[in-house]
Each structure stands twice: as structure tokens, then as C-alpha cells.
């Protein structure tokens, strides 16, 4: 068994008439070099004084903010829709408008000519769709990034006959992440989903499972979550919340805009300190973290404790159905059933 994660790192291309082109970088190529040249000391690339950056997702973004930090005194992003359809993150174009980067939605270059860009104002139809309107503008900008997404490098798998590739670009795999080819498992980018870290590390271990249980002659089923086994979940209204109550959560500083001039993180992350207090304000909701509540509330000693890991065990004998355990258990891991609902 094989697992593909090859990623989509080529950039896409339109196609924009020029009479005298300026200076045009992909979004990808930009980013890797602004990073080199942070990490390595290298020089970064030269944008000049204005750039103009063409897209309107995630890497648009970033590659309108990088700018910024490289010292450029404007950054505009050109984008063909409007805030409501943009595939960015709706914080990041919060945070890039804060740190001075200008939007121009409804907006699709038609024309380059050296610094100027001709744009068309588009409009979106009943569906959500950009349509032309037929009104033009032209905007200055000395470079030009081109953020309009990424595709897969399909060449590897020109040798490897039975791939199936769907219209988007993309290789077309089951359930169980296997390609049509049996053994070849695909994920990550070049796959049908979101293209997000969290997505393709998800797909590396659920590739994992199916290729073990592919390997063994089996299928793997994933394990029912409690709404799927009948077991409603815990809200907080069950919670009894009195108990490890009032601890306020931690803040991490914020960076101002007007202080985003380096490389430096925005948001500060959690150290150990407050990872660990952040950890402990956890209810663990409808499950039992041995807390020892009711162990130390049943005043007939009918709770017996089983050691670390494994809970503890209620003598029937001896419960006389008072509730106690019920009624101070913080995570409400215990529930409290009358005798003929429990045969």
C-alpha cells in the first residue's frame, strides 16, 4: 500500500493582455522567498513602492500583509467578488483592512500596461456570480502578485494507469481515501476537500487506518460518536457548576496594528504556565476525569475506587438511591435512573 500527499504547490495562471508588463510574481513563490529572506537574511524581493495583489483567498492575504511587513507604502488586493464569497477567512481580511491593506471587491483585471492595471467592475448575479458590468477603472501598482490558487503537479501520476482525475484538477478517491488504483491511497491538497494543515493531517491518519485494515483484508469503521450510539450529549445546563467554578480564562496580549511592522506573532500563544491552568479548567463533559466526588459524598460507602484509569465501582447493595453522587458529580458523568428503567 502506497500513500500520496503530494500537495498542490503549482500556481495557477490567467491569462491578463499586456501592452508592457510590469512586474508579476505568483503568491507561493513570494511568500517562500519573503520567508528565506527572513530566516536566512537574504534579500527580499523588490516590489517597489505599490503592489497589487490579485485573489481573494487565504494566500491573498498573507501575501498582501508580507508586503506590508517588506516595507511597501501600499497594498491593495483586487478581487472579483465580494466580502460574503471571498474563500479567505473572514478575520484575516478583518485584520489585513486594519493594518491599511485596501480591498478593491467586484473588481477582474483586464488590461496591463507597465504600472497601471486596468480593472472592470463586476457585479454578482442571483447566483452569487461575478458578471462584467462594463465599467472600467485603473489602478497604480508597481508589482503584481498573482494569488489566484494552487494545482496539483499530475505528472507523477502519468505513469500510473487507473488514476481517476475529476474536473477540478483533483484525484478521485472513496471513502476510504483509496484511488481506483487498489493499494494507492491520495490525500491532503490533491484530493477533493478544504485545503487546510489540520484537513491533511487528519487525512495522513485516517489513510493510515484504512491501509491497515486493507492490508489485513478488512475494512475499518470509525468508531460511533455518542449522538451516533444513543448517548446524548452533555450540555452545560446539566453541569454543576458550582463546583471548580470562577476561574477566569487567560489572555494573551494582542498585538496593535500600528505595531505589526515585523514578522512577529500577532496573537501570543499559551506557555506552559497557562497551557496548563487553561487544561485543568476542563469539565471533560459527561465524562469521568476520578475526581473522587462522589467517592467522598455516598454516605453508605457504596462507591469503591478501582485504582487510576479505571473508575470505580457502585456496591447496589448498599446504594440507597439518595443521589449524592448525582448531585455533586461537576461533569455530569453519572446518571441518576429510577430501578425499572435500569432492568
Request: charged content about 25%; glycine content about 10%; hydrophobic content about 40%.
Amino acid at each position: 500500500a502506497v500513500f500520496m500527499a503530494i500537495g498542490a504547490h503549482l500556481a495557477k495562471r490567467v491569462d491578463i493582455p499586456a501592452r508592457e508588463a510590469g512586474k508579476i510574481l505568483d503568491a507561493v513563490s513570494f511568500l517562500e522567498q519573503a520567508s528565506l529572506a527572513e530566516e536566512q537574511g537574504l534579500p527580499p524581493p523588490k516590489l517597489g513602492r505599490r503592489v497589487a495583489i490579485y485573489g481573494g483567498g487565504n494566500t491573498a492575504m498573507d501575501a498582501a500583509r508580507t508586503a506590508r511587513r517588506l516595507g511597501v507604502e501600499e497594498a491593495m488586493i483586487i478581487y472579483r467578488r465580494d466580502r460574503d464569497h471571498m474563500p479567505a477567512h473572514a478575520f484575516e481580511a478583518d485584520e489585513a483592512e486594519e493594518e491599511g491593506i485596501k480591498i478593491n471587491w467586484l473588481r477582474t483585471i483586464r488590461q496591463l500596461d507597465s504600472t497601471n492595471i486596468e480593472v472592470e467592475v463586476m457585479a454578482l448575479d442571483a447566483e452569487g456570480k461575478p458578471v462584467p458590468t462594463g465599467q472600467f477603472e485603473t489602478l497604480e501598482a508597481d508589482s503584481l502578485i498573482l494569488a489566484l490558487g494552487q494545482e496539483v503537479d499530475l505528472s507523477v501520476l502519468e505513469s500510473i494507469p487507473g488514476v481517476r482525475v475529476n474536473k477540478e484538477g483533483v484525484v478521485q478517491v472513496g471513502e476510504n481515501l483509496m484511488t481506483d488504483v487498489p493499494g494507492l491511497f491520495a490525500g491532503g491538497d490533491m484530493v477533493p476537500s478544504e485545503r487546510t494543515v489540520t484537513i491533511a493531517t487528519g487525512h495522513g491518519k485516517k489513510a493510515a487506518r484504512h491501509m491497515d485494515a486493507w492490508l489485513r483484508g478488512r475494512l475499518y469503521h470509525k468508531p460511533l460518536s455518542h449522538l451516533q450510539a444513543g448517548k446524548p450529549l452533555v450540555g452545560p445546563e446539566q453541569l454543576q457548576l458550582w463546583f471548580q467554578t470562577h476561574a477566569p480564562a487567560s489572555s494573551q496580549p494582542v498585538k496593535p496594528p500600528s505595531a505589526r511592522d515585523d514578522f512577529g506573532e500577532i496573537i501570543g500563544g499559551l506557555d506552559e504556565v497557562a497551557a496548563r491552568y487553561e487544561a485543568a479548567r476542563c469539565y471533560s463533559c459527561g465524562n469521568c476525569f476520578e475526581c473522587d466526588g462522589c467517592y467522598g459524598s455516598c454516605p453508605e460507602q457504596a462507591i469503591a475506587k478501582l485504582g487510576p484509569g479505571l473508575g470505580y465501582l457502585v456496591d447496589a447493595e448498599r446504594c440507597t438511591g439518595c443521589g449524592a453522587c448525582h448531585d455533586q458529580c461537576p461533569c455530569h458523568a453519572i446518571e441518576l435512573r429510577q430501578p425499572e428503567e435500569s432492568q
